[in-house]
């Protein structure tokens, strides 16, 4: 008799991007059933189990693996950058789940190792030019740009993780989880500039927005979101420096400050304005210029390559500590809680197939594989 | 002699950071009507239109820096001469106007309206007021000095100062060969993300029980 736990098929389906009814059409059964299942009121049988298993493309195992409670009932609302754009509440529901999974990840390696210490000043969006100003004072930066966003952000504690949304207009999400804050970037989108200013923005939710209910936030997202991209405009281009740098405020002057100050063309207009550096006039001028030079598009601004990278390198340099000093390794790690792949390279940024090659190749990056990989998504 | 007195009130406005932030003015302007006229077809004109555009653009980036505080002790006002608007640098001492020139050896052109002339003349006969630095300089008194610039196969940037008759030499350097100003090259420093491994686990042999071992369902079991 298989025990599987109720919350985690739940779990593992809503990751999925499953309906109830979808999972019950794979498996030819009831939609009944499959609340039962889930709802604790009935158990699948082991055949059911192994066929539920096939459907979700996850190992037996995760679906007898209990889910850490504080996962569930101490995780705040995912609040998504462009929260019109979270079209449907699958689309929550699953990056819901696919954050608890995460934080899931991070819990069981805070069992060997310590992460930086989390740093959030305690700042509202009632003075949002202030609020950025003390988050950079609390942590040690002056108004310089800032080169190493991703870096900076895990060495405040903030876990970040990639994510596959499926949805190019979603771009990132954030929440808090057990006290410790996530924030997921969207691996649909290259732009560079875009990334930086996304992860931004979910510093801005992070910070403002993490006690607000998610009816609040549905109800108020349009404020919500102008007070996040104020935030990330405000952290990422202070006035004193920034304004200092706009000597000329043509698009071109624009345009050269673009590798300096890491951000979109658009986002030092937007700033230039709120800054009341360049007029209400000059601001739509510029909008209409970008336009006609297609600029406005996704992917289309010039300069992009020479922004830098948001690089996440804390689940990966992680990895590597436990790996050296033999403590576990990736496959032990997998054994042991087999959630999707997709959620290891989220975190741990390394492919796991690629991997395997590696292993057979080089015979000793991984001492200890118990499993085998190739059967497992 | 009296070029030394002039050198010297001068460099009591501008000094060295002020006139680097002149050479970033000029370099950015000259950049910008590069750029924007890229794509302009190349007539015997183009070299023309870019002179009056990079006229055009150093006082806008002169005004732009001075309303941006780049500048220690310099304000910036439109003159509207005889109709004919000019930007004027005020310093303690000296009022500062561009002008652009084909090559270095060139005197400024006379303006329509006589704004240059006039300023000569009213050079000429300040001399005396500034015979003592300390002396308290009314607003129209300044000395008039002219960034005198250029570069279409050349690039330059002189204070000269004329007088009626006198001719003085150039009262700074080339401005173009000083070094540029630091505007915030660098970049906040920011640590790397280090993991550590927890004391306990570095010296222990046997692993400890997996947080999901431990976890309570929230829904129990049938």
Known sequence: ?377 | MQNEHFVNLTKLDWTDHNLSILKFCKEEAYKAVLAHTADYPPTPHLPVVRGVMGWDRLDYFLDVAAKNNLFEGITSRWVDFQGAPILELRGKYTSLTACHVLSRDDKPRESAYGYRKNNRAKNEKNQELFAEIEASVSEDDLLHIILLHGGRNDNFAYLRIYLEDSDIPALSENIMLMDSPEMTPETESVPTPMPTLKEAIAKAEILPELPADKGKNVHSQS
């Open chain 1, 1 to 377: 008799m298989s025990t599987a736990n109720p919350e985690r098929i739940a779990q593992v389906r809503e990751f999925a991007g499953l309906s109830k009814t979808d999972l019950a059409q794979k498996l030819e059964v009831s939609v009944a059933a499959v609340s039962q299942w889930e709802d604790g009121s009935k158990n699948p049988t082991t055949a059911n189990l192994i066929s539920i298993a096939q459907a979700l493309s996850v190992d037996v195992k995760l679906l007898m693996k209990p889910v850490p409670s504080v996962v569930l009932t101490r995780r705040g609302p995912a609040i998504f950058r462009a929260q019109s754009a979270a079209k449907t509440a699958q689309m929550k529901r699953r990056a819901n789940r696919f954050a608890e999974m995460a934080s899931e990840l991070f819990m069981l390696l805070e069992q060997w190792v310590s992460f930086p210490k989390i740093e959030l000043p305690s700042v509202t969006p009632s003075n949002i030019e202030k609020a950025a100003e003390t988050c950079r004072k609390a942590w040690g930066l002056g108004n310089l740009p800032i080169t190493k966003l991703g870096e900076l952000f895990e060495s405040k504690g903030i876990r970040l993780c990639s994510a596959e949304f499926g949805d190019d207009r979603c771009d990132a999400y954030s929440c808090i989880i057990d006290g410790r804050p996530f924030t997921f970037l969207g691996t649909e989108k290259q732009d560079r500039a875009r990334a930086r200013f996304d992860i931004a923005h979910e510093l801005g939710h992070l910070l403002f927005h993490q006690h607000v209910s998610e009816e609040d936030i549905l109800n108020n997202s349009a404020e919500i979101e102008k007070q996040a991209n104020l935030f990330a405009s405000a952290f990422l281009m202070p006035a004193e420096t920034f304004s200092k740098d706009v000597v000329d405020t043509s698009i071109l002057g624009f345009k050269r400050l673009k590798p300096k100050w890491g951000v979109s063309i658009q986002a030092m207009i937007y700033r230039a304005k709120t800054l009341e550096l360049i007029t209400e006039e000059t601001f739509e001028r510029h909008f209409r210029n970008m336009s006609a030079r297609g600029w406005r598009k996704a992917k289309a601004e010039p300069l992009d390559e020479t922004i830098p990278l948001v690089n996440r390198s804390l689940g990966k340099s992680t990895l590597e500590l436990l790996e050296k000093n033999n403590v576990i390794n990736i496959w032990e790690i997998l054994s042991d809680l087999p959630l999707p792949n997709t959620v290891f390279q989220s975190v741990f940024d390394r492919d796991l197939h690629f991997a395997t090659r590696n292993q057979v190749v080089l015979g000793k990056e991984f001492i200890r594989p118990k499993i085998d990989p190739n059967n497992r998504n």
